[in-house]
């Protein structure tokens, strides 16, 4: 058996040695390079644009604009997710144009490109396009943004308000919160932040005139999806004459799933110019017009009983879009987090609002986790100062309020019903591996010193796999929660498992041949995994939101299963046995009981020559199969996290790191342990140092580069502590749910709940993420002010 091996990861000597395939790795004959020029204001009407200095600038081939856009009869973005509005009011949706014509709404949003025989030659001539501009008053404090004064962005709405969604019920809230024995308050703010891959997007276009064919290289996440978007919103061209390859890509983590306008710009470019286009964002570049994350402004409350047990949660939030939505970004807020927000504990009563607005900032879309580590961060916030307020032990009031394992399913009051957990192993576990009671004694020797420790946990629960019916539900019309695998054995016997996923650092080509190999009882070597590919790969949705195991992986079972059918059909056929007194042996498959056996070879062999094959079936070793969810899966997890704080300086630094993760059953536990740590070092980022800061007066970014956009460090992070738990899914065959998110879900609450814990006995009752060192010293400045007064 392969699936459950701690088997190392197969692509990874080929990008150790350097040996990886990136777009910006391909440069065809007759190249040309292709760069923007950019808004430099965040809000502000364009009132002349002049191309002709850089049209006739030395090397440049082409120079395109938004009206040669419009005037060539293209497409625009739509919402393939629009938010159903609480209120009856049913506003318009707006999207990016490709190319912006009258008015700019972000720093850094595309107003013409250059096509030219260099790189710096593009540039140059970027720097030669003269642009007049009527600036306007912008808005970039998403708390404001619906304030009566605040500028507004897109003036036919009247309004920055994108949408209201509300689920729950407010009247039960009110009602639990006022007999309440005790109430906790907390208002919170989710910091924008961006992806900041390893490797940035990149574009590499060709068009062959002769079949009227695009092929899009693309750092994307979602090819088929790209394509789709490609032909039917923007460059309005047949889809089976549109190829998106994604090879290799270096990181995505929800930002290269979102529709950006370089991607239909560049692709058109090719067709104008009749030769290969390429772009490649630059880290500044990128900084200001990746679609960035999170943007949160919420009030939210917790009732409790005298005995701590929770009877409502309340939480309304101001979720900025940035300036215009992407495909699917307003549902983050408006479905993924607000259901969320009870977490894994028993509550009554909960209600949720979140109120979308526009700001003048770059478009919000996915970060890691979606939704989730924003919803964690408000239930387990609230609970932990609860819990100091009530003078009750952080995991005491958990085991107070988790669901039990044998009250499995449980259905929560924001309508998801989980299926199975067990939240008390997660903390019992946790503590153990932590040494719970040992840190809290080390917390109390430290306070007689300027470096005092503070102990914080956060648990999340992690839904993933939703089924296409009720993707329906909350408005994705365009977006399936299936996925699909084709399974070829080819007549040597290797195999090739085409994916309609895509592997961006997740590991698939390792975990789908260890699910492959276990059905067709063949050699893991023998299994190649092809994924990215428009024309070689069958339709898929892509990787997102720890979807790929539980759907395409699950696809690959599904098909694996249905051609090991045919392999034992076909070897009891050799044998002349019966298929069902046929089971598999090393490298082949024998008649039980006895010493009669056949190779998977010679299967194969018999499979593609055809005339000694059973009576009707058909020749070759091919399988496709398509798999969509029978229900939701529900992973699980626990952090637990010790810091330390100088209160002289207010530098903290994380001590020691806790995880455990019920992610169903394990495929590869080192593939789980990897996406474990890179989750947490991301939440780590944003928890402590990573912010998209901007100036409330020009609305300029001030976090346009790595010197002022921080990012952790290995320096920075401890050596983390993982574990697992296994609940099998109940829903599919593997038993297996999502776990690529869940290191992000989890560390955001948990830095800062033992940041508050460490100085609480200061005064100190919650601090805005990021946690620098100058917030955390105000804090405890502004604490003790308090207190002297």
């Not at 204001?41 to 009206?67: E, K, W, Y």
């Not at 059953?665 to 402590?688: C, T, V």
């Amino acid at each position: 058996m392969y699936v459950g091996q701690a088997i190392p990861r197969v692509e990874d000597r080929k990008f150790v040695t350097g040996r990886g395939n990136f777009v910006d790795d391909l440069l065809p004959h007759g190249v040309t390079w292709l760069a923007f020029f950019r808004s430099p204001h965040a809000h502000a009407r364009l009132t002349s644009l002049d191309v002709s200095a850089a049209q006739d600038m030395p090397g440049v081939v082409r120079v395109i604009t938004g009206h040669d856009w419009i005037k060539a009869g293209m497409g625009k973005f739509v919402v393939w997710s629009p938010v159903t509005n609480a209120d009856g009011v049913q506003r318009e949706n707006m999207t990016q144009p490709v190319l912006t014509v009258d008015k700019v709404c972000y720093v850094g949003q595309p107003i013409a490109a250059v096509v030219a025989e260099s790189y710096e030659q593009a540039l140059d001539a970027v720097e030669a396009i003269v642009a007049e501009f009527e600036v306007l008053g912008p808005m970039v404090n998403t708390a404001r943004a619906l304030d009566p004064d605040a500028p507004v962005i897109h003036d036919r709405l009247g309004s920055n308000l994108a949408f209201v969604s509300e689920i729950g019920d407010q009247e039960a809230v009110s009602k639990a919160m006022a007999s309440a024995h005790h109430v906790t308050q907390i208002t919170l703010k989710n910091n924008r932040i961006t992806a900041n891959p390893i490797e940035p997007r990149a574009l590499l276009a060709v068009y062959e005139c002769g079949t009227d064919q695009y092929t899009l290289w693309a750092t994307h996440q979602a090819p088929h999806m790209l394509r789709r978007d490609l032909s039917e919103n923007t460059l309005l061209h047949p889809e089976n004459r549109i190829r998106v390859i994604s090879p290799d890509v270096g990181g995505g983590f929800g930002m290269k799933v979102a529709n950006h306008p370089e991607e239909p710009l560049v692709t058109w470019a090719a067709k104008l110019v009749g030769r290969p286009v390429k772009w490649t964002a630059t880290r500044s570049e990128a900084q200001i017009s990746d679609a960035q994350a999170r943007d949160h402004f919420t009030v939210c409350r917790m009732g409790l009983d005298k005995e701590g047990r929770i009877l409502a949660i309340e939480a309304r939030t101001i979720a900025s879009l940035g300036a215009f939505q992407t495909r699917m970004g307003a549902s983050i807020p408006a479905q993924f987090y607000a259901r969320s927000i009870v977490g894994l504990y028993k509550t009554p009563a909960a209600f949720c609002q979140v109120r979308g607005v526009y700001t003048n900032a770059p478009p919000v879309q996915a970060y890691r986790g979606a939704g989730r580590p924003e919803a964690a961060y408000v239930v387990e916030s609230l609970l932990e100062n609860a819990a100091r307020e009530m003078g009750i032990d952080i995991c005491e009031i958990r085991e107070r309020n988790f669901i039990k394992s044998s009250e499995f399913p449980y259905r929560m009051p924001l309508g998801l019903v989980y299926d199975n957990g067990d939240p008390q192993g997660l903390l019992d576990k946790a503590k153990e591996k932590f040494a719970y009671d040992e840190m809290r004694e080390e917390q109390a020797r430290a306070r007689r010193s300027n470096v005092v420790i503070g102990i914080g946990g956060a648990s999340f629960v992690d839904c993933v796999g939703t089924p296409s019916k009720q993707m329906m539900g909350f408005g994705r019309k365009k977006v399936g929660g299936w996925d699909s695998a084709t399974i070829r054995i080819l007549p040597t016997a290797k195999v090739t498992v085409l994916a309609g996923s895509h592997s961006h650092g997740q590991g698939h080509a390792t975990s789908y041949a260890q699910i492959a190999a276990d059905f067709l009882n063949c050699p893991i070597e023998d299994i190649e995994v092809v994924e990215g590919d428009t024309e070689r790969v069958q339709f898929g949705f892509g990787t997102w939101g720890s979807r790929s195991t539980v759907t395409t992986g699950l696809a690959v079972a599904k098909a694996s299963r249905l051609l090991r059918d045919k392999i034992m059909a076909i070897a009891a056929h050799l044998l002349e046995a019966r298929p069902e007194d046929m089971e598999p042996m090393p490298g082949g498959f024998r008649v039980r009981g006895t010493d009669r056996s056949v190779s998977l070879g010679e299967v194969a062999e018999c499979a593609y020559q055809g005339g000694n094959i059973p009576a009707g079936m058909e020749p070759a070793l091919d399988q496709s199969a398509f798999y969509d969810p029978v229900d939701r899966s529900f992973a699980s997890g626990l952090h637990l996290c010790a810091v330390s704080v100088d209160v002289e300086t207010g530098r903290v630094g994380i001590t020691k790191y806790v995880s455990i993760d019920d992610c169903g059953r394990i495929i590869n536990p080192l593939i789980i342990e990897g996406q474990a740590h890179g989750g947490i070092a991301q939440g780590i980022g944003q928890a402590l140092m990573e912010d998209c800061v901007f100036d409330e007066e020009s609305g300029q970014p001030l976090a346009g580069s790595f010197m002022d956009y921080a990012m952790p460090r290995a320096r920075d992070l401890p050596m983390f502590l993982i574990g697992t738990q296994e609940s099998p899914a109940p829903s599919n065959e593997l038993g297996v749910k999502g776990a690529g998110e869940s290191g992000t879900i989890g560390a955001l609450a948990a830095v800062r709940n033992a940041v508050v814990d460490a100085l609480w006995h200061l005064g100190v009752r919650h601090i805005d993420m990021p946690l620098t060192a100058n917030r955390v010293w105000s804090a405890i400045q502004q604490a003790r002010a308090a207190t002297n007064n």
